[in-house]
């Protein structure tokens, strides 16, 4: 299994620290690498329109997302530091190879939506601070991509260090945004009252949503976590999670302070104002010297814009290698995705300004928000299956509350989706000159994303039912042992499934050899996760087929024969070649009618590929 990150994982030392401070100093960074994509562009677009259109009322709707952010950030960070897998890693060995191609164009649409975000705040930034017309703006912002390059070659540290600066300029700048605008206290503390005055506000409330608990951030997270190395003992590992969840705490409420003074700025100029309709970054930057009385406030607003779109497009880079690597096992040069990664959002955002013109950027800015927010839900459910699987996070699961609040966020965000989705694809029908091309395009492609996610939602639950139901021995290990007589066969291989064919194989072997012969009880772990990492896989199904083999092996060598136990991993027809070529035998004896691979297998014409890719006899019993 490839390390995730592998040129920086495992590459900061937490241990050996002289002091509690610098040792929780040592695992600070990740969630601030993590929380430049909840202050991005994209959010500065919902932001400004949400504050001038509602005014403050839809501050709660940015504290429900930061709650909900810091919790999920936290059930990805354990991921990581647990299973030391990433969220695509952990998707890759869990569901079958069309579903991970799916889940893995789904995450790219969402980080190309979300690098769309900042190539046009960064170009925007550009634009309002030198002047630069707003195309040539969206052009320079390829150069960031040799910035990526010098900053992963000087290390992770040092790349937390500039993003943590970027985040302190971002900061500061709305400290004074703030003295400048004076907002109404009473107003602020009532906005973090629920309500949704307009369908409009749910638009964007569902923006909101999209632009703070973003899917690419989840998959960054539990990787970036495992760039630390420290004592893998239960007692470090605890010690790990404690000090990200500080982290991510410190982190994601610095965040939630720039989005709220965002939405803050635009009520208090804009909304109380009457200027209800600002919902373009420029013209915020516009009247914000008028209104505030002080040239600083434009040019403030601008270099935050700067340090914001920059410091998230790295993170946003990183994530796409995450993605890519996690589900697809494919490693890409850095330079080289992130040219394409920066092309695929630089076209659409020319040709929309040519056409369009730059008075569209606040709607392009907030529909790739409300993009990101229709994915989260194929992010947000593996994750909390996942980090509630006992056998997967060894005893690092996540208790039942924390589960029930984990899903009540899930439901809430996929429930606020398909609402968006329902009302989006009714308001195009009825105003669609052919809706009949709608009706054969559009709502079956709806239809098929609902079936996916009700299959990604319910599939962990229906198959450890079925684990615990069948827990792989039908017949409980109840071995029937025949009488034994002297042979000459002296090492001899037996295929194991933990089914009825078990019984006559093992008979079958005994028969050849006695009680002198060396027995090696062979079985081979044939999950997706087996095929893909091997030895490394430590599923629910590898954890039990070696309990099941070790438990063969005691009540055989309780019989009095020498018995030794080898586990397998991938395609039968591969592994068992490779492991008798390996060893000694003098035969292999196998059973029928067993798992479907091992059926297969004797049935099949792969049966003729095993006979010619081993050295020794080959023994079929039908049961």
């Not at 229906?462 to 029937?480: D, G, M, R, V």
């Not at 006559?504 to 028969?511: D, G, H, M, T, V």
């Not at 991993?569 to 490779?578: D, F, L, Q």
């Amino acid at each position: 299994m490839s390390k995730s990150l592998e040129e920086v994982n495992q590459s900061v030392q937490t241990q050996n620290k002289t002091s509690i401070f610098r040792k929780i100093l040592a695992f600070f960074g990740p969630a601030y690498l993590v929380s430049v994509g909840y202050m991005d562009p994209g959010n500065w677009a919902t932001d400004i329109a949400g504050g001038s259109q509602f005014g403050y009322s839809l501050l709660w709707v940015l504290l429900m997302s930061n709650m909900m952010a810091l919790l999920l950030q936290s059930l990805s960070a354990r991921l990581g530091i647990v299973t030391q897998r990433d969220l695509a890693q952990a998707s890759r060995e869990t569901y079958s190879k069309p579903i991970n191609y799916i889940l893995y164009f789904l995450a790219e649409i969402a980080i190309a939506a979300c690098d769309l975000a900042e190539v046009l705040g960064m170009a925007i930034g550009i634009n309002l601070l030198f002047d630069i017309p707003l195309i040539e703006g969206v052009l320079i912002t390829v150069l960031d991509t040799f910035l990526l390059l010098f900053l992963i070659n000087k290390g992770i540290r040092k790349m937390e260090a500039f993003i943590i600066v970027l985040v302190a300029i971002i900061g500061f700048s709305f400290v004074f945004e703030m003295i400048f605008a004076q907002p109404e206290l009473d107003k602020v503390v009532y906005g973090l009252i629920p309500s949704i005055p307009t369908e409009t506000a749910l638009y964007i409330a569902i923006g909101i949503i999209g632009a703070t608990v973003m899917p690419h951030n989840l998959y960054l997270h539990s990787s970036l976590v495992q760039t630390r190395k420290f004592d893998r003992t239960p007692d470090g590992i605890k010690q790990a999670l404690k000090y990200n969840f500080i982290d991510s705490t410190i982190a994601l409420n610095l965040a939630f302070f720039v989005n709220a003074a965002i939405l803050i700025l635009a009520a208090a100029t804009f909304y109380r104002n009457g200027m209800f309709e600002v919902a373009e970054i420029q013209d915020a930057h516009q009247f914000l010297q008028p209104l505030l009385g002080t040239k600083w406030a434009p040019i403030l607003f601008a270099v935050a814009l700067i340090a914001a779109g920059q410091s998230s497009t790295i993170t946003g880079t990183l994530a796409g290698q995450i993605v890519m690597e996690g589900y697809l096992n494919f490693r890409m040069q850095p330079w080289v995705r992130r040219i394409i990664t920066r092309l695929i959002a630089i076209v659409p955002a020319v040709v929309v300004i040519l056409i369009y013109g730059e008075s569209v950027t606040g709607k392009l800015l907030i529909l790739s928000q409300v993009i990101l927010s229709l994915q989260l839900g194929f992010a947000i459910i593996p994750l909390i299956h996942f980090v509630s699987d006992k056998t997967k996070m060894k005893g690092f699961h996540i208790s039942k509350i924390t589960q029930v609040a984990a899903w009540i966020i899930a439901t809430i965000i996929v429930s606020l989706n398909a609402k968006l989705v329902f009302n989006e694809i009714v308001g195009w029908l009825e105003t669609s000159e052919n809706p009949i091309v709608l009706w054969l395009t559009v709502v079956p492609l709806a239809f098929g994303f609902l079936i996916l996610l009700l299959y990604i939602v319910f599939k962990p639950f229906i198959t450890k039912a079925k684990q615990e139901f069948q827990n792989h021995s039908p017949h409980n290990l109840n071995l029937q042992f025949s009488k034994i007589g002297t042979y000459n066969t002296k090492k001899i291989a037996i295929a194991v499934d933990f089914s009825s064919a078990d019984t006559i194989a093992i008979n079958s072997a005994f028969e050849l050899g006695g009680i002198e012969a060396k027995y090696t009880l062979i079985h081979v772990v044939e999950t997706v996760g087996a095929m893909v990492y091997g030895k490394n896989i430590e599923d629910h199904e590898t954890l039990i087929d070696a309990k099941l083999l070790a438990e063969y092996k005691a009540m055989l060598s309780h019989k009095g024969f020498t018995v030794k136990t080898k586990l397998g991993y991938g395609k039968p027809n591969k592994v068992i070649p490779e492991i008798i070529n390996k060893g000694n035998f003098d035969v292999l004896v196998m059973g029928t009618h067993g798992h479907t691979g091992f059926k297969d297998l004797i049935f099949g014409t792969t049966v003729d590929k095993l006979r010619h890719k081993i050295s020794i006899p080959l023994f079929i019993v039908k049961n």
